[in-house]
């Protein structure tokens, strides 16, 4: 049973548009959540994170929402680049756990000049 | 150095070779980790190990067999292998194993393993 979700496999963009990418989860004791980003033939690199006490975290183009309620974050990314077309992975800690991430299945979005 | 290098980038094996994968860090990181990643799926923990010694084994077979020689150091032993243990295996490090906020994994680009 996935514990984290990323519905949509694929997004397409235009350049200058927003990316909203979104991301599930069932287990309410995750309580900070994370995006990775994923070119071809890399690993994956850490994005931006977001604490259960917050509800907003912005990093320059990038900011993540976390609505709790509705166990559902997502991700903003304004204004879309065409170097930001990777795969972006979710994922989900429950503090002080040694198994560290919980991933998504990540979606791949595509940024059309 | 805020690098994971992993090597080989890609290995191609027989079901009766033995081979291994290396995962070198030098960021002072306690804490190392095995990944393994199918396509189209998401990474899937398979090893941690804090301060040098195995804290996790998340049921691997036997046919995969870790080692961290030194705090800089991890290996992945593979041996009989099966075709569908054909993926990208990851390595990621981070400061300690227990999570916080700064704890953040660290990935190498992966090393790509088909078995035949």
């Known amino acids: 049973d996935q514990q984290v979700k990323q519905n949509s496999p694929s997004l397409s963009v235009q350049e200058g548009r927003i990316s909203i990418l979104n991301c599930d989860y069932t287990?309410?004791?995750?309580?900070?959540f994370l995006w990775y980003k994923k070119y071809p033939a890399e690993g994956p690199t850490f994005l931006i994170s977001?604490?259960?006490?917050?509800d907003k975290n912005e990093d320059g183009r990038f900011t993540v929402f976390l609505n709790k309620s509705a166990k559902h974050l997502s991700l903003h990314i304004v204004p879309s680049q065409p170097g930001d077309s990777a795969v972006y992975f979710c994922a989900a800690v429950i503090s002080g756990s040694a198994r560290q991430l919980t991933f998504g299945s990540g979606t791949q979005l595509t940024v059309l000049p | 150095d805020t690098e994971v290098t992993q090597t080989p980038k890609h290995l191609v094996m027989g079901m009766t070779n033995k081979k291994s994968l290396k995962c070198e860090q030098h960021m002072g990181h306690r804490a190392m980790y095995w990944y393994k990643q199918k396509a189209k799926k998401p990474p899937e923990l398979m090893f941690v190990?804090?301060?040098?010694?195995?804290?996790i084994n998340e049921s691997v077979p036997s046919r995969f067999s870790p080692e961290c020689p030194n705090s800089s150091l991890l290996n992945l032993h593979l041996h009989a292998l099966q075709p569908e243990d054909s993926a990208l295996y990851l390595c990621?490090?981070?400061?300690?194993?227990?999570?916080?906020?700064?704890?953040?994994?660290?990935f190498g680009a992966g090393s790509r393993l088909t078995v035949l």
């Open positions: 190990y804090s301060y040098e010694k195995l804290s």
């Open positions: 990621a490090s981070s400061q300690g194993a227990s999570w916080s906020g700064a704890n953040v994994l660290t």
């Open positions: 977001i604490s259960s006490i917050k």
């Open positions: 287990n309410s004791m995750f309580d900070y």
